[in-house]
């Protein structure tokens, strides 16, 4: 009796270790594959195809666009973090990350990206059109080969590092409508602006981080934040002004102006703080805001649609 009950306290001992090692590699996967960002790929990409599609939705096409794009962003995140295991390893913000942190082999990081990489781009092309497929192609050609390289090269990456981070909401337009046209194109320039700021408050929050890592950015010469802040606030003022081309393109209702007018405002005085103050402080208060803005950006072009 007494080593029946070792036994079946050893069993519950094994399934409980086997349950924990199986959240971790869920937990893993999810950190691989940037699923808060892919996240964003999703809302962005379905907005995209919301406001290019014609009444009444197709709900089945979206899911498809949505489906492959974020199949396609995760491998393009996975690949990203393949390649850079060695420089995350070296920051504290990263180092704990699956590969740099041992949890996880290169090759299977690799593997994973290759295979979601190609899989997500040959399901648009099955699923939606090849217009849609060629722009997810697009994204993880200029994230994998122009950005991450140029990290270590040039403080130009952020601005070519946004181009792939504004391209979904083009891919869902071009899923729903089978073309590019002028309103695609005002989201682009939207998720494009808004990245800007984003990064920058990113930058300067973790820029002894990225100084390590050898990493190329405007705030590593920017001690005081000046810069970093005074980009942030002509980023912020021509986000403005671009975020309004929804309503004079048609796809939006005047509500939507009025609605982004008031958010690209208070963006403004959020990055206006940060070049008074520069502080810490100040730029995650910038980066919460960007978080914010956006999908109360895209829930109001979404709500108010013509």
Not at 249 to 271: C, H, M, P, Q, R
């Amino acid at each position: 009796m007494k080593a029946a009950a070792i036994r079946n306290a050893t069993e519950v001992e094994t399934v409980a270790r086997n349950g924990e090692s199986a959240r971790r590699r869920l937990f893993d996967f999810a950190e691989l594959v940037k699923a808060r960002l892919t996240l964003l790929v999703l809302l962005t990409t379905a907005a995209g195809f919301y406001l290019g599609a014609q009444s009444p939705i197709n709900y089945a096409a979206l899911f498809h666009v949505v489906f492959g794009t974020a199949a396609a962003a995760a491998g393009a995140a996975a690949l990203n973090q393949w390649w850079e295991r060695k420089l995350d390893a070296l920051m504290r913000r990263t180092r704990t990350r699956p590969v740099p942190a041992g949890r996880m082999r290169p090759v299977e990081a690799l593997t994973l990206g290759v295979v979601l990489s190609i899989f997500g781009v040959g399901y648009l092309v099955v699923a939606c059109n090849a217009l849609s497929a060629t722009l997810a192609a697009l994204t993880i050609f200029i994230y994998i080969f122009g950005y991450t390289p140029l990290k270590r090269a040039s403080t130009a990456n952020t601005l070519v590092g946004a181009i792939p981070g504004a391209i979904p909401p083009m891919i869902g337009w071009a899923a729903a409508r089978g073309t590019i046209e002028a309103g695609a194109w005002s989201l682009f320039a939207i998720l494009l602006l808004w990245q800007l700021p984003h990064f920058f408050a990113i930058a300067w929050m973790y820029r002894d981080d990225y100084s390590r890592a050898g990493f190329r950015m405007i705030s590593n010469d920017d001690s005081s934040g000046e810069r970093s802040a005074s980009q942030s606030v002509f980023f912020c003022i021509l986000l403005l002004v671009i975020a309004g081309l929804p309503t004079f393109l048609g796809i939006a209702t005047l509500v939507y102006l009025a609605i982004e007018l008031a958010l690209g405002g208070l963006f403004i005085v959020v990055a206006m703080r940060f070049l008074k103050k520069r502080t810490v402080a100040a730029a995650r208060l910038l980066f919460i805001t960007s978080i914010v803005y956006l999908p109360l950006l895209l829930g109001a072009l979404v709500l108010t649609k013509s």
